[in-house]
C-alpha cells in the first residue's frame, strides 16, 4: 500500500454496489486497453470528505437523484449500466461523471488502516477517503489490486 503515496486521483466507478477507486497514472496494456495503476475495490461503507462536508458516500449508490423516485421501490442495480444521465440515476451515478474535478492536482499525501480494517486516505487538497468497517462478523470489506501481480492485499481476508 505504501506506494499509493503520491499517486494522483484517477478515477472511481461503481460495479453494482462495490466502489472501484483508481489511483496513479494511466497505463496502456499490450492490447490498447487503459486503466490506473492502482486500484481499490471497496465493498463496506465509505465517504470522500472536505471541509466537514460530505462529497459523496457508499450511500448515494442507492439513493436517486430525485427525491421524487425516492419511494422505497429505486432499483440502483439498474442504473450501473446507463451511461446518460436521467431522472432515475443515482446520486453517485450523477456525481462520478465530474467528480476528478474535486481533485485536480491533488494526490495521495498520506494513508492510514486502523486495527479494525478501516482505511483512510488523506489528499494534498485536503480531501480524505475512508472505510469503516460496519460488522463484527469478519468478512471481506475491501482489496487493493497493485498493477501486474496476483496477491492483493484483503482486509479482512477469511
Partial sequence: MKRIIGAKF????????MLCFNLGNEIKDDEGRTYAEYALHIQTSWRFV?????LLASRDIYL??????????????????????TATSSIFDVAMHDFEKHFENATVK???????????INFTNGV????FT?????CEEW????????????????
Fill in 10 to 17: 484517477h478515477s472511481i466507478r461503481r460495479v453494482v454496489d
Fill in 50 to 54: 472536505k471541509d466537514d462536508v460530505i
Fill in 64 to 85: 436517486p437523484q430525485d427525491e421524487a423516485l425516492d419511494n422505497g421501490d429505486y432499483d440502483f442495480d439498474e442504473q450501473s449500466t446507463q451511461k446518460e444521465i
Fill in 110 to 120: 498520506s494513508f492510514d488502516i486502523s486495527p479494525l480494517g478501516d482505511l483512510r
Fill in 128 to 131: 480524505y477517503f475512508e472505510t
Fill in 134 to 138: 460496519p460488522s463484527a462478523r469478519k
Fill in 143 to 158: 482489496r487493493f489490486l497493485p498493477p501486474g501481480e496476483e496477491d492483493h492485499f484483503v482486509i479482512f481476508d477469511v
